[in-house]
């Protein structure tokens, strides 16, 4: 009867590990693929940056207190925010599901003398990354079907940080839908 225990125990071991493995190997597969992603579209922004904005991607650039003077909490601020996007999409995709176009987001902030850049990448209209740096910290988010797959980075402000990067991804998408009036 032992032995069967052992056995069991045994089998059950080696199922939990081999779960495991699998469940860590799809992981690295996502994140190799959203890595893939980023690297095409980095090298589109290049591109179009370096091409008088040819090559089927385009951008809109929101720009706050371009002066740089203290403001509402008297503190100096500025802000840049590129939104790139698809520029071969049909109407009917675009009609359908207009948050398809966005490809990427490129947020540069300075606060007081505190700098803060952060990125977020959109496939099909889902968040599949976003990266965060500032305050001596830096942060990677890994998504997967609008759920967080993997973060790297500490912080101790990870909760935070996680709830800001989620709320601006979907008020990005929004602003691009106001800037192209869809």
Known sequence: MKSLHKIITLAFIIQMLSTSVLLQAQQNSNIQHIRQIYKEVKDRIAFAKENKFEGGIYCNILEENITNKAWINNKTSHSTKEFWYEGSLSNEELEENPKLALLMVIEKATIS???????????????????????????????????????????????????LINDNAKKYQNILLAFSGL
């Not at 988010?141 to 996680?162: D, E, M, P, T």
């Open 113 to 163: 003398k505190q700098k803060i850049y952060s990125e977020y990448l959109y496939e099909k209209g889902e968040l599949i990354f976003a990266f965060y740096k500032g305050k001596a910290q830096e942060l990677r988010f890994y998504y997967k079907n609008g759920k967080l797959i993997k973060q790297l980075g500490k912080s101790k402000q990870s909760n935070s940080a996680l709830e």
